[in-house]
């Protein structure tokens, strides 16, 4: 019986992640997530060359955009003091580190934390709190969601959950704690970090043991074999012997055993792994610094890509938990925003689209399509569902713009506007 017991548990144990996940939930226990930061930063980070190189373009990116308290109309409160708090979110991180940090936990672990320090009801400081250290505990109860959060696996709720901004991944087994990208690629990563191990043996001993030299002679001893073996290493192994063809006599021949190195190469292969890992982070290859058949246009293009279909989809997602977060330091129609509009890709891509504007609204298109089509998010005013060109007026080129003809807001609120 208790051998029928066991061999059950141990299925459960090993297969159905999902009933245990959700016997967690129930019973209201911590949830401690198997992908770690100290894992995801030694297997994927710190060991593979294209992992790094992804996170580290995300991390930037997102950690170089500034953050303030907007108004109805758009503009920065730059008084407000979740706008202060932003810019100077304690007195030992900086607003890039802290960003930074938030963004590479979120990238490599799928979660990441802040802890909100009140004076009264304004919160005066952030700090960032390792995704390592902080676990959240769901509430039994449908209608509470989640208890607080332990640190460092202690009995007992350290932090309820107003003091904590929690940023996560989707996870759609489990809302409470977020995937990483590299916890879904982590079979590709193992496999292109084993490939990379194999290649650099290769290099140095041709992967095993190249081949076997005999001789139609028998030896005295086992040393003396070893003794012939070690000179033969020593005159043509290493890298600057590599491909050279050696000769030894006593009726010798040589058998070859290894594979040849076009046969080991597998610059294909790895190059298919590398797409798999920036195709999972949502960087486009030629943005990561791969430049087969890359051209100046197409690269800019990636940068583009890269931002509107991965970066500012990661920022809407922060600045939803800020808001969430933040609420009851809002007035109403205040919201945390972000600015986009000194990201130079970002401006490149506006200053195309003003460009096509301008040239529909030249041809006779009234302002007021235009605004619908780019989606500029002009005011309205008079006359601007009218065109500006007359059946008794010369042609469009002839005919000289007004200044009031375009009425465009500020470049940081269109290009916010448009992107939507």
């Known amino acids: 019986m208790n051998s029928i017991l066991s ?25 401690y997530s198997k992908f770690t930061i100290a894992k995801a930063t030694k297997e994927g980070f710190q060991s593979n060359g294209t992992v790094y190189r992804v996170v580290y373009l995300i991390t930037k990116a997102a950690a170089s955009v500034p953050w303030g308290v907007a108004g109805d109309d758009g503009e920065l409160i730059e008084n407000h003091s979740l706008t202060k708090l932003f810019e100077y979110p304690n007195p030992h991180v900086t607003r890039q ?16 934390y802040l802890n909100k320090v009140k004076a009264g009801n304004k919160t005066t400081e952030l700090w960032p709190i390792s995704p390592d250290r902080l ?28 003091q904590i901004i929690h940023m996560k991944l989707f996870n759609p087994s489990n809302p409470l704690i977020g995937i990483s990208p590299l916890e879904a690629i982590s079979r590709t990563v193992d496999v292109d970090n084993d490939q990379e191990s194999f290649n650099k043996a290769a290099m140095q001993n041709e992967g095993i043991i190249s081949g076997l030299v005999t001789f139609k002679r028998e030896f005295t001893s086992q040393d003396q074999a070893d003794a012939i073996s070690q000179k033969l290493n020593e005159k043509y192994a290493g890298p600057k012997n590599a491909r050279r063809i050696g000769v ?7 058998t070859r055993m290894a594979m040849t190195p076009a046969e080991m190469d597998f610059i294909n292969s790895r190059k298919f792994n590398r797409e798999f890992i920036c195709m999972a982070y949502g960087v486009p290859i030629i943005y990561l610094g791969a430049m087969e058949g890359a051209t100046f246009s197409n690269f800019r293009e990636s940068e583009i890509i890269f931002w509107v279909s991965t970066v500012i989809p990661l920022l809407d997602d922060m600045a939803d938990a800020f808001n969430h977060s933040f609420q009851d330091e809002l007035n109403p129609g205040q919201r945390i925003v972000y600015d986009i509009s000194q990201v130079p890709a970002m401006r490149r891509a506006l200053y195309d689209r003003t ?12 302002f007021a399509e235009v605004n619908r089509i780019f989606g500029f998010g002009v005011n309205e005013y008079e006359g601007w569902e009218d065109s500006h060109i007359s059946s008794s007026q010369p042609e469009p080129e002839q005919r000289s713009v007004k200044k009031n003809d375009l009425r465009l807001l500020k470049p940081e609120r269109a290009l916010r506007n448009s992107l939507r």
Do not use: C, H
Request: proline share 6%; net charge neutral.
């Open 7 to 31: 061999r059950m548990i141990n299925f459960f144990n090993r297969r159905n992640y999902a009933v245990s996940d959700v016997w967690q939930i129930k019973s209201g226990q911590p949830i």
């Open 97 to 112: 580190d802290l960003f930074e940090l938030l963004v590479s936990w979120q990238e490599l672990t799928g979660n990441a």
């Open 135 to 162: 676990y959240p505990v769901p509430a039994k109860e449908v209608d509470q969601w989640i208890k607080g959060y332990v640190l460092d696996k202690k009995k007992g709720i350290e932090f309820e959950p107003n």
């Open 248 to 254: 030894v006599g006593s009726e010798a021949s040589y």
């Open 355 to 366: 460009k096509t504007a301008k040239v529909l609204f030249d041809m006779g298109v009234p």
